[in-house]
């Protein structure tokens, strides 16, 4: 975890190599009048701030908190991809989740401080305050994309508000770590919570969607092909799954296809990554696959895309979608399982 420990001032810095102490990890900003620091903020703050934003995943600000919320204000964009921001009195006596408290883990952080420093937490999200969870919290414990930040936040209101929402899920995960959904009926909820990577069409009661990133497509290909048909392929197979594009994790490949560029642009349109394996790494596990001669004779492992994405996998799930063969290119689709991050 990338964090930055701000401070304008020496009291400030006295406590952030406390922090740092605590969290090793941390990268110390502050002035150089004020002692020994790792970065030494120059010229306007405002603009310092700025220019690391988003290169850490957690900004604490010794300071007032004030200051903090006029530095920050230009640079806050969505609470999907702002860092979790906190702010801490120069004594350490409190530690306030200022921004992205669920998505960005400000709420969490400001515990483990808590923990570590014997500072007293300020968290204010009602369903943090009420012993509840948020949907936004929810996705991030199991690794979901949110389908819809509007949905999200009515179907929470609801939540908090004490109104019955209901988990529909087609995936095999233990829900003890959302266990305050009492009633999964869907007729008697007045919300509903849907946990699955499958495109869906619902109308009706206020929803969401929490898509699991649980997919890894295993390509094979041969020489020379085509970028668009790799990329049309991949979403031809994945839409015949009935997947959520959103929901592929990456991309897997035996190593002598590294450098072939149709492959490797294709992938990237997804933004996603690939792997590469060797055959030796393949052979171990080809076992589990079908092989063929011809495959081996050509790639010195019997199977590609089969074991390529099992391998690319945390190791748990399964085959989802067994190899497809079309136009010299062959995928097949991994499944992992999904488990509550806490």
Not at 7 to 20: D, I, R, S, Y
Not at 110 to 127: D, F, H, M, N, Q
């Amino acid at each position: 975890m990338r964090i930055a420990v701000i401070t304008l001032t020496k009291g400030g810095l006295t406590l952030a190599e406390k922090m740092k102490e605590s969290f090793p990890e941390s990268v110390i900003h502050s002035k150089e009048k004020n002692g020994v620091a790792d970065i030494y903020i120059k010229g306007n703050f405002t603009e310092h701030i700025g220019s690391i934003f988003n290169k850490y995943d957690v900004l604490v600000f010794i300071m007032a908190s004030g200051i903090v919320v006029r530095s920050i204000a230009p640079y806050i964009r969505e609470k999907t991809s702002d860092p979790a921001v906190l702010v801490m009195d120069e004594k350490g006596k409190f530690v306030i989740s200022l921004l992205s408290g669920h998505i960005g883990g400000a709420n969490h952080m400001a515990l483990e401080i808590s923990e570590r420093l014997g500072a007293e937490p300020v968290i204010t999200t009602s369903s943090d305050v009420n012993g509840l969870i948020s949907v936004d919290m929810i996705a991030k414990q199991l690794g979901c994309v949110i389908d819809d930040m509007q949905r999200a936040k009515d179907i929470t209101s609801l939540i908090v508000n004490g109104a019955k929402v209901a988990i529909v899920s087609d995936i095999n995960i233990a829900l003890h770590c959302l266990s305050f959904f009492t009633d999964n009926t869907r007729n008697k909820a007045e919300g509903l919570i849907y946990l699955t990577n499958k495109t869906i069409e619902f109308s009706g009661k206020p929803y969401v969607q929490l898509i699991p990133v649980n997919i890894i497509a295993g390509i094979g290909c041969r020489k020379g092909t085509q970028e668009k048909l790799i990329y049309e392929l991949i979403i031809d197979r994945v839409n015949h799954a009935g997947l959520d594009l959103r929901s592929i994790k990456g991309f897997a490949s035996i190593n002598i296809k590294k450098n072939e560029t149709g492959l490797l642009n294709a992938v990237s349109s997804f933004g996603k990554k690939i792997s590469f394996f060797s055959a030796d790494e393949i052979n171990k596990v080809e076992n589990r696959f079908a092989v063929s001669d011809f495959v081996r004779e050509n790639t010195g492992a019997g199977a590609v895309a089969e074991p390529c994405a099992f391998l690319a996998s945390d190791g748990s799930g399964k085959l989802l979608m067994s190899k497809y063969k079309e136009n010299g290119i062959t995928i097949a689709l991994w499944e992992e399982e999904i488990n509550c991050k806490t």
